[in-house]
Protein backbone atom coordinates (compact mmCIF):
# COMPACT_ATOMS: atom_id res chain seq x y z
CA UNK A 1 0.00 0.00 0.00
CA UNK A 2 1.23 3.72 -0.98
CA UNK A 3 1.54 6.14 1.93
CA UNK A 4 -1.31 8.15 -0.06
CA UNK A 5 -3.69 4.89 0.60
CA UNK A 6 -3.04 5.13 4.50
CA UNK A 7 -3.54 8.20 4.83
CA UNK A 8 -6.71 8.15 3.72
CA UNK A 9 -8.43 5.01 5.11
CA UNK A 10 -7.00 7.06 8.08
CA UNK A 11 -8.42 9.82 7.78
CA UNK A 12 -11.93 7.92 6.76
CA UNK A 13 -11.93 6.25 10.18
CA UNK A 14 -11.00 8.99 12.43
CA UNK A 15 -14.17 11.37 10.73
CA UNK A 16 -16.20 8.31 11.38
CA UNK A 17 -15.37 8.05 15.24
CA UNK A 18 -15.65 11.56 15.87
CA UNK A 19 -19.47 11.27 14.27
CA UNK A 20 -20.72 8.87 16.61
CA UNK A 21 -20.67 10.95 19.83
CA UNK A 22 -23.75 12.70 20.72
CA UNK A 23 -24.28 14.70 23.82
CA UNK A 24 -27.66 15.59 24.99
CA UNK A 25 -28.66 18.49 26.74
CA UNK A 26 -31.64 18.46 28.81
CA UNK A 27 -33.61 21.01 30.48
CA UNK A 28 -37.09 21.70 32.05
CA UNK A 29 -39.30 24.38 32.01
CA UNK A 30 -41.97 25.06 35.02
CA UNK A 31 -43.90 28.30 36.96
CA UNK A 32 -41.40 29.40 39.09
CA UNK A 33 -41.17 32.44 41.38
CA UNK A 34 -38.47 34.44 42.21
CA UNK A 35 -38.46 37.25 45.04
CA UNK A 36 -35.36 39.48 44.37
CA UNK A 37 -34.23 42.05 47.29
CA UNK A 38 -32.86 44.79 44.56
CA UNK A 39 -32.62 48.06 47.13
CA UNK A 40 -32.69 47.47 50.58
CA UNK A 41 -34.51 49.84 52.42
CA UNK A 42 -33.48 52.70 54.64
CA UNK A 43 -34.79 54.71 57.10
CA UNK A 44 -34.27 58.51 57.15
CA UNK A 45 -34.95 60.85 60.00
CA UNK A 46 -36.12 64.36 59.05
CA UNK A 47 -37.96 64.94 62.12
CA UNK A 48 -37.41 63.83 65.24
CA UNK A 49 -40.66 61.96 66.19
CA UNK A 50 -40.64 60.48 62.44
CA UNK A 51 -38.80 58.00 60.50
CA UNK A 52 -39.47 57.22 56.54
CA UNK A 53 -37.90 55.52 53.61
CA UNK A 54 -38.81 58.67 50.87
CA UNK A 55 -35.66 59.93 49.59
CA UNK A 56 -37.20 63.61 50.30
CA UNK A 57 -36.57 62.61 53.84
CA UNK A 58 -33.18 61.48 53.48
CA UNK A 59 -34.10 57.64 53.11
CA UNK A 60 -34.04 54.95 50.28
CA UNK A 61 -37.17 53.40 48.94
CA UNK A 62 -36.81 49.26 49.09
CA UNK A 63 -37.02 47.69 45.93
CA UNK A 64 -38.41 44.00 44.93
CA UNK A 65 -38.04 42.20 41.92
CA UNK A 66 -40.29 39.13 41.03
CA UNK A 67 -39.58 37.11 38.08
CA UNK A 68 -42.38 34.77 37.14
CA UNK A 69 -41.26 32.29 34.48
CA UNK A 70 -44.57 31.24 33.57
CA UNK A 71 -47.52 33.34 33.01
CA UNK A 72 -50.55 33.29 35.35
CA UNK A 73 -49.65 30.96 38.21
CA UNK A 74 -48.82 33.60 41.15
CA UNK A 75 -49.44 36.22 43.15
CA UNK A 76 -47.38 38.81 44.94
CA UNK A 77 -48.24 40.05 48.34
CA UNK A 78 -46.41 42.41 50.29
CA UNK A 79 -46.66 43.85 53.38
CA UNK A 80 -45.35 46.83 54.52
CA UNK A 81 -44.43 47.03 58.24
CA UNK A 82 -46.93 48.01 61.06
CA UNK A 83 -44.76 47.74 63.98
CA UNK A 84 -40.42 47.62 64.49
CA UNK A 85 -39.13 44.35 64.99
CA UNK A 86 -36.09 45.70 66.77
CA UNK A 87 -35.54 48.91 68.40
CA UNK A 88 -35.22 50.84 71.51
CA UNK A 89 -37.99 50.68 74.13
CA UNK A 90 -41.09 53.13 73.05
CA UNK A 91 -43.15 54.11 75.58
CA UNK A 92 -46.07 55.66 72.86
CA UNK A 93 -47.55 54.56 70.05
CA UNK A 94 -45.94 54.74 66.81
CA UNK A 95 -48.42 55.83 63.54
CA UNK A 96 -47.64 53.71 60.27
CA UNK A 97 -48.12 54.45 57.24
CA UNK A 98 -46.77 53.16 53.81
CA UNK A 99 -47.52 52.01 50.32
CA UNK A 100 -46.24 49.44 47.24
CA UNK A 101 -46.47 50.39 43.58
CA UNK A 102 -45.66 48.71 40.23
CA UNK A 103 -41.86 50.23 39.62
CA UNK A 104 -40.19 49.12 36.61
CA UNK A 105 -41.88 46.45 33.98
CA UNK A 106 -40.04 43.64 31.88
CA UNK A 107 -43.02 43.66 29.82
CA UNK A 108 -45.39 46.97 29.39
CA UNK A 109 -48.50 45.37 29.70
CA UNK A 110 -47.52 44.60 33.64
CA UNK A 111 -48.36 48.22 34.14
CA UNK A 112 -51.73 47.64 34.91
CA UNK A 113 -50.87 45.48 37.66
CA UNK A 114 -50.84 48.87 39.64
CA UNK A 115 -54.48 49.87 38.51
CA UNK A 116 -55.78 46.35 39.06
CA UNK A 117 -54.14 45.96 42.87
CA UNK A 118 -55.92 45.03 45.99
CA UNK A 119 -55.23 46.51 49.14
CA UNK A 120 -56.24 44.60 52.49
CA UNK A 121 -55.69 44.78 55.16
CA UNK A 122 -54.32 48.60 54.86
CA UNK A 123 -50.47 47.28 55.08
CA UNK A 124 -50.66 44.38 52.53
CA UNK A 125 -51.37 45.00 48.67
CA UNK A 126 -51.57 42.12 46.40
CA UNK A 127 -51.20 42.11 42.93
CA UNK A 128 -52.11 38.87 40.38
CA UNK A 129 -49.23 38.15 38.31
CA UNK A 130 -50.46 37.30 35.14
CA UNK A 131 -47.91 37.43 32.83
CA UNK A 132 -44.24 35.83 32.62
CA UNK A 133 -41.35 38.45 33.54
CA UNK A 134 -39.91 40.45 35.67
CA UNK A 135 -42.12 43.56 37.56
CA UNK A 136 -39.95 46.04 40.17
CA UNK A 137 -42.19 46.82 43.29
CA UNK A 138 -41.21 49.92 45.23
CA UNK A 139 -41.84 49.98 49.04
CA UNK A 140 -41.92 53.03 51.05
CA UNK A 141 -42.38 53.28 54.98
CA UNK A 142 -42.89 55.90 57.50
CA UNK A 143 -43.18 55.63 61.50
CA UNK A 144 -44.56 58.87 63.13
CA UNK A 145 -43.88 58.79 67.05
CA UNK A 146 -46.47 59.35 69.75
CA UNK A 147 -47.72 63.37 69.48
CA UNK A 148 -44.43 65.67 68.79
CA UNK A 149 -42.15 63.49 71.19
CA UNK A 150 -38.98 62.07 69.84
CA UNK A 151 -37.89 58.78 68.65
CA UNK A 152 -35.21 57.48 71.47
CA UNK A 153 -31.50 57.33 70.33
CA UNK A 154 -30.55 53.86 68.89
CA UNK A 155 -30.97 51.16 65.73
CA UNK A 156 -34.65 50.73 64.59
CA UNK A 157 -35.36 47.85 62.12
CA UNK A 158 -38.78 47.13 60.20
CA UNK A 159 -39.44 43.98 57.85
CA UNK A 160 -40.69 44.05 54.77
CA UNK A 161 -42.92 40.94 53.64
CA UNK A 162 -42.44 39.59 50.15
CA UNK A 163 -44.83 36.49 49.22
CA UNK A 164 -45.13 34.47 46.17
CA UNK A 165 -47.93 32.49 46.46
CA UNK A 166 -49.24 29.91 43.68
CA UNK A 167 -52.53 30.66 42.86
CA UNK B 1 -38.59 45.56 21.42
CA UNK B 2 -39.53 43.21 24.29
CA UNK B 3 -37.33 40.77 23.18
CA UNK B 4 -34.39 43.67 22.75
CA UNK B 5 -35.46 44.14 26.45
CA UNK B 6 -35.22 40.64 28.18
CA UNK B 7 -31.83 40.31 25.80
CA UNK B 8 -30.46 43.38 27.65
CA UNK B 9 -31.76 42.64 30.77
CA UNK B 10 -29.74 39.41 30.24
CA UNK B 11 -26.49 40.70 29.80
CA UNK B 12 -26.77 42.95 33.10
CA UNK B 13 -26.99 39.81 34.57
CA UNK B 14 -30.07 40.62 36.68
CA UNK B 15 -28.02 41.70 39.91
CA UNK B 16 -29.86 40.59 43.28
CA UNK B 17 -30.95 38.29 46.11
CA UNK B 18 -33.22 35.94 45.06
CA UNK B 19 -35.14 33.19 47.04
CA UNK B 20 -36.77 30.58 44.68
CA UNK B 21 -38.63 27.14 45.43
CA UNK B 22 -39.79 24.37 43.23
CA UNK B 23 -41.99 22.86 42.35
CA UNK B 24 -45.11 25.19 42.54
CA UNK B 25 -47.76 22.64 42.45
CA UNK B 26 -46.21 19.81 44.44
CA UNK B 27 -47.32 16.03 43.83
CA UNK B 28 -47.73 14.46 47.26
CA UNK B 29 -46.32 10.92 47.10
CA UNK B 30 -47.12 7.64 49.28
CA UNK B 31 -43.99 7.42 51.63
CA UNK B 32 -42.26 4.70 53.29
CA UNK B 33 -44.05 5.05 56.53
CA UNK B 34 -47.19 4.00 56.60
CA UNK B 35 -50.33 6.63 56.63
CA UNK B 36 -47.77 9.51 55.18
CA UNK B 37 -47.64 11.51 52.01
CA UNK B 38 -44.75 13.20 50.85
CA UNK B 39 -43.78 16.37 48.88
CA UNK B 40 -40.61 16.44 47.41
CA UNK B 41 -39.39 20.09 47.33
CA UNK B 42 -36.64 22.39 45.71
CA UNK B 43 -35.36 26.04 47.17
CA UNK B 44 -32.53 27.83 46.01
CA UNK B 45 -30.93 30.64 47.50
CA UNK B 46 -29.46 33.22 45.77
CA UNK B 47 -29.69 35.86 48.89
CA UNK B 48 -26.69 36.69 49.75
CA UNK B 49 -27.77 37.94 52.86
CA UNK B 50 -30.08 35.33 54.44
CA UNK B 51 -28.65 31.27 55.28
CA UNK B 52 -31.78 29.93 57.10
CA UNK B 53 -35.30 29.64 55.55
CA UNK B 54 -38.14 27.99 57.53
CA UNK B 55 -40.99 25.25 55.95
CA UNK B 56 -43.98 25.55 57.10
CA UNK B 57 -47.51 23.85 55.52
CA UNK B 58 -50.69 25.70 56.07
CA UNK B 59 -54.50 25.19 55.03
CA UNK B 60 -56.39 27.23 52.04
CA UNK B 61 -57.12 30.03 55.02
CA UNK B 62 -53.75 30.09 56.40
CA UNK B 63 -53.95 27.95 59.37
CA UNK B 64 -51.15 25.86 60.51
CA UNK B 65 -50.67 21.90 59.62
CA UNK B 66 -48.97 19.66 61.25
CA UNK B 67 -46.14 18.14 59.18
CA UNK B 68 -42.81 16.56 59.66
CA UNK B 69 -39.34 17.07 57.67
CA UNK B 70 -35.43 16.66 58.71
CA UNK B 71 -34.98 20.15 59.73
CA UNK B 72 -37.77 22.98 59.66
CA UNK B 73 -35.58 25.33 59.45
CA UNK B 74 -32.86 24.63 56.96
CA UNK B 75 -29.82 26.39 56.44
CA UNK B 76 -28.58 26.94 52.99
CA UNK B 77 -25.85 28.74 51.32
CA UNK B 78 -26.05 31.37 49.33
CA UNK B 79 -25.97 30.15 45.06
CA UNK B 80 -26.61 26.67 46.91
CA UNK B 81 -29.92 24.30 46.15
CA UNK B 82 -31.09 22.37 48.54
CA UNK B 83 -33.69 19.86 48.54
CA UNK B 84 -36.24 18.59 51.31
CA UNK B 85 -38.69 16.24 51.72
CA UNK B 86 -42.28 17.84 53.70
CA UNK B 87 -44.23 14.65 55.13
CA UNK B 88 -47.67 15.24 56.06
CA UNK B 89 -50.20 12.43 57.65
CA UNK B 90 -53.04 11.07 55.30
CA UNK B 91 -55.59 12.39 57.41
CA UNK B 92 -54.32 16.24 56.67
CA UNK B 93 -53.24 15.90 53.50
CA UNK B 94 -57.34 17.18 52.62
CA UNK B 95 -55.76 20.21 54.60
CA UNK B 96 -53.03 21.11 53.67
CA UNK B 97 -52.65 23.38 50.87
CA UNK B 98 -49.92 25.46 50.73
CA UNK B 99 -45.92 24.90 51.55
CA UNK B 100 -44.06 27.63 51.80
CA UNK B 101 -40.43 29.00 52.80
CA UNK B 102 -39.93 32.05 54.27
CA UNK B 103 -36.26 33.44 54.35
CA UNK B 104 -35.35 34.23 58.61
CA UNK B 105 -34.14 37.68 58.82
CA UNK B 106 -31.48 38.94 61.83
CA UNK B 107 -33.14 41.75 63.56
CA UNK B 108 -30.06 43.79 63.51
CA UNK B 109 -29.04 46.62 61.54
CA UNK B 110 -28.93 50.37 61.77
CA UNK B 111 -32.54 52.26 60.46
CA UNK B 112 -33.01 49.64 58.01
CA UNK B 113 -36.38 47.96 56.43
CA UNK B 114 -35.44 44.54 55.33
CA UNK B 115 -37.05 42.26 53.52
CA UNK B 116 -38.41 38.93 54.60
CA UNK B 117 -39.34 36.88 51.60
CA UNK B 118 -41.83 33.74 51.66
CA UNK B 119 -42.64 31.46 48.35
CA UNK B 120 -45.19 29.19 48.77
CA UNK B 121 -46.07 25.91 46.52
CA UNK B 122 -49.83 24.90 45.80
CA UNK B 123 -50.83 21.15 46.53
CA UNK B 124 -53.84 20.43 44.23
Not at chain 1, 80 to 109: I, K, R
Request: glycine share 6%; proline share 4%; net charge positive.
Amino acid sequence: MTIKTITAVALLLSTSSAMAEESPINGTVQPKCSVYTETQGVYGHPLPDKLSTATADGGVSTTIRYDIAQADFYKAQITHPNSFSSSPTLNDAVAWTGSTVVGQVSVTEMSAYEAAKVISPSNVTTFDMTLAGSTWFTVSSTAIYGYNKSLPAGSYTAIIQADCIAK
Amino acid sequence: MKVCLIFVLCLLGFPGNAHEMTPAYPVLDSSYIGGVAVAKMKLFNRREDIKYYQIDVFTEDWKPVSFATTDRVLKVGYNKNKLFNVYIRFADVKRARYICTTSKVFKGGNQEALVSSMICSKIK
